[in-house]
């Protein structure tokens, strides 16, 4: 039962827990001895993490990607977290939520803390209760009537309240662990128990004490006594902090126990430059001591001691002594359910405190400069982008060497760690720079009429008159995998059509991207716009920056199949152009020519075959088996070393089959090849339909007829008669060069060239036109007659 507890989702979790803790008095207490907290975690099936978690308190982390090696974590709830809107009560879902996630977290061997709010709102629910049973009681028994007055609840002292709630929040944490078979332990302190030696000595000892004994500490200022915060007497020093509040209570306790980690979870998404909800408000990624300037803070939040401004000092002062700050929000419905989780594997969540500043700019500034960058380039003359491609076309060929040099670096340091289609996609050689000089060339010469172009032309009314014109989509985020070559193609599709651009690589390609990238950014500044491509170099994920939806406009994956489904699947609110694979076939129909079929079959699957164009289902009609014709292909695979796995069709035919394939949806990318048999044109195609990813798909025949209707009934980007499935490409198509093949149905499919980067815009001109002149007593009527567009410029 418990294990099912254990590792269950939140929702379960609730619904079992609320009917419990109703049947149960909140101030029973639960406990389980440390044997049997071992003996959980012997058997529990959340899974362990994998790094070290032992490391030297001194140092902060310097980046978040290092937050997964905490060890000892402090979790700080604010009231706003812990009570409801009503400002009475307690937030159990939150809660629940909250102590599941610590509880993983423990299990998985780190040492939590948890610092929260909370006694006053419970208390204040319950005395109110009291209160108006009180009342009631006496105005029934004076009045005689069943029918009460309305009753005016009194205001409740904060520190009764406390007093009143402290006993049930600690029940209700035990219950809530417990589920766990996770203990907890309550410690209260006032600012005197730190001021104190003795008491210092005796806190620091019972913390590690339970700690040692996997008890979670539930630590809480002492309201009921408290004394009222004075104003001023706090962050004089590294050794003084005031405990005012739970902010400088957490910053303290985390700071006393060399904590490596403080998450300080509170109602808005971390620290923003301004109030949040004013306008220009931003949310800042990394906050680094002294930029305070830079902030602007608001009022506190509706409930608790503390605002923003006194988060930001305590979590500075824990900086300071040593310990990593995240602030996050715990409310939102969609995050607080992994937020804590989230943060200890390194997610870009909330605000991270860091002492270490980047030698070059944050990604959100990269995205600033991309945006307006490419803004100036969209409204430069075309000759003028034209010449910057050129320009760039003529730096791969001159500093060919210098390019080879530092891929060549990047090959033997990938040697033995990628498979060797991978190295085959990472490398670069003379012919692959000559070729991508022509592309570019052709891309520099189709952009002269691309920003701008007028597409529709309409005379609404006498001179009111509108026009369809192409504009640049913004600004695009393309993330390729062990491809350096993709670089100055995409870089070269952004200038032709006036695009902002952030580039990802992989690391596997670090040295060869940034010799690129630079010469990218030499050839921009010939007309001033050498910041509209930036080449992401710090430690972003790639699921961190598909969440930068006010930056980035487009995401155009660029790797395998995996790497696509990823970012589908990250990208939030961010359209994806893209494929998630390349399951091309090539269907041999039983007209198919014998000189025709070997060389179609071999170029498709021999010429490349990591690329995503490549075949990698042969559909081969029943007729052809045991011919001339299927024995030359046989042998020509063999001959090219050609792994053969067979459909289950095929086998059934064969007495000795190669190996059964183990999916018809798979994308090799290597010398392997699937071979299916199929009895007519229509179920080639209902194989297609069933099994592709309607990316590249090929029909050889002699048959005219049955040609066109396989062009014509097979619903893929790309559909070729008598031709290789490599041609789908947009260098081979004329456009130059492309970002990618995409096989969705909205914007572009196929190769996407310069026009697949391009969206429209609508421009009215007018001369003093109302709408209320066309209504059915105005003056004017509507004439949308069709105007003659200007020819595209060809040469």
Not at 242 to 267: G, P, Q
Not at 652 to 680: A, H, M, N, Q, W
């Amino acid at each position: 039962m418990l294990r099912q507890i254990c590792c269950s989702g939140f929702q379960p979790f609730r619904q079992r827990l609320l009917p419990w803790l109703q049947s149960t008095a909140l101030s029973r207490s639960h406990r389980v001895q440390p044997s049997a907290i071992r003996h959980v975690r012997s058997w529990s099936n959340i899974p362990f993490i994998t790094v070290p978690l032992s490391r030297t308190h001194g140092k902060s982390f310097a980046h978040r990607s290092e937050l997964k090696h905490a060890k000892r974590i402090v979790v700080k709830l604010g009231s706003a977290v812990v009570t409801r809107g009503d400002e009475c009560g307690l937030a159990l879902g939150r809660l629940a939520s909250i102590v599941e996630q610590v509880s993983v977290l423990q299990n998985q061997g780190r040492e939590m803390m948890l610092v929260t709010s909370g006694a006053v709102a419970f208390g204040k629910q319950r005395l109110r209760h009291e209160i108006l049973l009180s009342q009631s009681v006496r105005q029934a028994l004076h009045s005689g009537q069943n029918q009460l007055k309305e009753m005016a609840i009194p205001v409740l002292e904060a520190r009764a309240c406390a007093a009143a709630g402290q006993s049930g929040l600690m029940a209700l944490y035990e219950a809530m662990f417990t589920q766990y078979s996770i203990c907890a332990a309550q410690i209260l302190v006032t600012n005197l128990d730190f001021h104190d030696e003795q008491k210092r000595r005796n806190l620091n000892g019972t913390l590690h004490e339970l700690l040692r004994m996997n008890i979670v500490p539930i630590v809480n200022t002492n309201d009921a006594v408290v004394p009222p915060a004075e104003p001023n007497s706090d962050l004089q020093g590294v050794n003084v902090i005031s405990v005012k509040d739970n902010d400088s209570l957490a910053a303290r306790l985390a700071v006393e126990m060399k904590t490596d980690l403080l998450i300080v979870l509170s109602d808005v998404e971390g620290l923003f430059d301004s109030p949040p909800g004013s306008d220009d408000a931003k949310l800042i990624d990394i906050f680094y001591p002294g930029d305070q300037q830079s902030v602007t803070f608001g009022t506190k939040s509706r409930v608790g001691m503390g605002g923003m401004e006194a988060k930001v000092k305590a979590a500075l002062w824990a900086l300071q002594g040593g310990t990593s700050v995240v602030i996050a929000n715990g409310t939102h419905p969609k995050v607080s359910g992994h937020v804590i989780t989230d943060i200890v594997e390194g997610k870009k969540v909330g605000t991270f405190f860091s002492e270490v500043k980047p030698a070059g700019p944050t990604v959100e500034q990269q995205g600033e400069m991309a945006r307006s960058g490419g803004r100036m380039l969209a409204t430069l003359e075309p000759e003028q982008r034209a010449e910057i491609i050129h320009h760039l076309a003529d730096l791969l060929t001159d500093q060919r060497e210098e390019i080879l040099l530092a891929n060549k670096k990047d090959l033997e340091e990938a040697e033995g760690r990628l498979a060797a289609p991978l190295l085959k996609r990472l490398s670069l050689s003379t012919s692959k720079l000559n070729s991508l000089a022509i592309g570019l060339r052709q891309i520099a010469a189709s952009s002269q009429d691309s920003v701008g172009r007028v597409l529709r032309r309409t005379r609404i009314a006498k001179n009111l008159e509108l026009e369809q014109v192409t504009v640049p989509i913004g600004v695009l985020l393309v993330i390729f995998e062990s491809r350096p070559d993709c670089l100055p193609q995409v870089a070269a599709l952004a200038i032709a059509s006036g695009n902002g651009l952030l580039l990802k690589g992989g690391k596997e390609a670090t040295h060869s991207n940034r010799i690129l990238h630079l010469l990218a950014q030499e050839a921009l500044s010939i007309h001033g716009v050498k910041e509209a491509i930036q080449l992401v170099n710090t430690r972003e994920e790639v699921e961190d920056l598909c969440r930068l939806d006010k930056m980035i406009d487009l995401i155009i994956p660029r790797g395998s199949s995996q790497l696509v489904r990823d970012i589908q699947k990250a990208a939030k609110g961010i359209p994806v152009m893209g494929h998630s694979e390349g399951i091309c076939h090539m269907y041999v129909d039983s007209e198919a020519s014998v000189d025709k079929v070997t060389r179609l079959v071999r170029d498709s699957k021999c010429e490349y075959p990591a690329a995503c164009n490549a075949l990698e289902t042969l559909l081969i009609h029943r007729d052809l088996l045991r011919t001339p014709l299927f024995d030359q292909i046989i042998d020509m695979l063999r001959v090219e070393q050609v792994k053969i796995h067979a459909g289950p069709k095929f086998a059934s035919y064969l007495t000795f089959s190669p190996s059964e394939v183990k999916s018809l949806r798979t994308e090799y990318g290597d010398l392997e090849l699937c071979i299916e048999v199929v009895d007519s044109v229509q179920e080639a195609i209902d194989h297609i339909h069933k099994y592709g990813s309607s990316h590249t798909d090929v029909i050889v025949t002699e048959n005219e007829k049955t040609a066109e209707f396989f062009l014509q009934h097979v619903d893929s980007a790309c559909v070729f008669w008598n031709a290789s499935t490599r041609f789908s490409d947009g260098y081979r198509f004329g456009l130059g060069a492309e970002v990618g093949i995409s096989t969705s149905r909205i914007h572009a499919r196929g190769p996407v060239g310069l026009e697949g980067l391009l969206t429209t815009k609508w421009l009215l001109r007018g001369q003093d036109h109302v709408v209320s002149d066309f209504s059915e007593h105005g003056s004017l009527k509507y004439l949308h007659e069709n105007l003659p567009v200007p020819q595209r410029n060809t040469n």
